[in-house]
């Protein structure tokens, strides 16, 4: 399975700003997932990320809010915008390599929004 | 688009018993079952999973069970052990890089 470099592993931010999580995955993958997973909630999909394209994103999420960046196939990026106390959230990224359906997860960025 | 079910939300259970939890899925086109455990403050890891070919698949004290014709799918765990106790989450996908639709979780707890 891939291996996924997630950072920043958690931060604290102030409520208007935004934060940058970046994935960084040890061999080409062709689609990123972009999980949220609220304090004892299961896992949300944000959106999909692929190279070359635009992201697609799911009900309830928009690109003004939670803008992708794809460069290439071994690394994504999410950016949280204007951050409010309610994407306080664990965000997770995550790959399926092989096409052989074996998802594997990042460590997970905890984001604190005070 | 896909809707999992997953049961109970929680589940308590003595060291040595047996385990159970059940999900229902939405989508006929879904062929692929992933099982995830999630232990505190850690990434969700797949234990197990299950393509819509095969009725069940075991590995060592942990079985998943598939009945496409009523789309509902059980994670099986014999003789609990202590470290067995998190969150685990059922989920069904298209598979072929596609999304996967998590399960609400379930919360085991093995009771030493």
């Known amino acids: 399975s891939a291996v996924i470099s997630q950072k920043p592993s958690r931060d604290i931010c102030q409520r208007g700003t935004s934060l940058t999580i970046q994935c960084q995955v040890d061999s080409q993958v062709t689609m990123m997932f972009w999980y949220r997973q609220q304090p004892g909630q299961s896992l949300t999909l944000i959106a999909t990320?692929?190279?070359?394209?635009?992201?697609?994103?799911e009900s309830g999420f928009v690109i003004d809010k939670f803008p992708i960046s794809r460069p290439n196939l071994t690394f994504s990026t999410l950016t949280v915008s204007n951050m409010s106390p309610e994407d306080s959230s664990i965000y997770l990224c995550?790959?399926?390599?092989?096409?052989?359906?074996?998802?594997?997860f990042g460590s997970g960025t905890r984001l604190t929004v005070v | 688009g896909e809707n999992v079910e997953q049961h109970p939300s929680t589940l308590s259970v003595q060291e040595g018993d047996s385990a159970v939890i059940k999900c229902t899925y939405s989508?006929?086109?879904?062929?692929?079952f992933p099982w995830y455990k999630q232990e505190l403050g850690k990434r969700p890891q797949l234990i197990i999973d299950i393509r819509s070919n095969v009725g069940e698949k075991k590995d060592q004290r942990i079985a998943v069970t598939l009945n496409k014709t009523a789309k509902h799918f059980s994670l099986h765990i014999t003789e609990t052990q202590p470290e067995d106790s998190a969150v685990y989450f059922c989920?069904?996908?298209?598979?072929?890089?596609?999304?996967?639709?998590f399960g609400t979780g379930t919360k085991l707890q093995v009771i030493p």
């Open positions: 989920a069904a996908s298209t598979g072929g890089y596609q999304k996967v639709t």
């Open positions: 995550s790959v399926e390599k092989t096409g052989n359906y074996g998802y594997t």
């Open positions: 989508d006929s086109a879904s062929n692929y």
């Open positions: 990320a692929n190279q070359g394209s635009e992201a697609t994103y």
